[in-house]
Nanobody, 124 residues
Framework: QVPLVESGGGLVQTGGSLSVSCAASGSRFGNSVMAWFRQAPGKEYEFVAAITWKSHTTYYGDSVKGRFTVSRDNAKNTVYLQMNSLKPEDTAIYYC?????????????????WGLGTQVTVSS
């Protein structure tokens, strides 16, 4: 069973909005930092956003600051990513990740659990 399942990706025009969500199964995600990364074709993983468990403190990658908003509902074990003012360069597979020992928020290797990803395509 995949512990993290993303949904909500799709095709949107430049300047449009899209929301993706990530449902976590099981109690192991209590106290976890939840994050979103993305990977465009031929490129490395890029940190998008992260949110802590208790204080809901948020962190964002420079390329999405002011346009994307991450949130979570701990009762539903779900994290959300609202994406506004989308650009063609936002096109990528968006992955949800979770980890409990997170120091930098933006390092792929710090996250223990990953979803399979959801495709977001922004047309010009």
């Amino acid at each position: 069973q995949v512990p993290l399942v993303e949904s909500g990706g799709g095709l949107v025009q430049t300047g449009g909005s899209l929301s993706v969500s990530c449902a976590a199964s099981g109690s192991r995600f209590g106290n976890s930092v939840m994050a979103w990364f993305r990977q465009a074709p031929g490129k490395e993983y890029e940190f998008v956003a992260a949110i802590t468990w208790k204080s809901h403190t948020t962190y964002y990658g420079d390329s999405v600051k002011g346009r994307f908003t991450v949130s979570r509902d701990n009762a539903k074990n779900t994290v959300y990513l609202q994406m506004n003012s989308l650009k063609p360069e936002d096109t990528a597979i968006y992955y949800c990740a979770a980890g409990q020992t997170i120091l930098t928020m933006s390092k792929v290797e710090e996250y223990e659990y990953w979803g399979l990803g959801t495709q977001v395509t922004v047309s010009s």
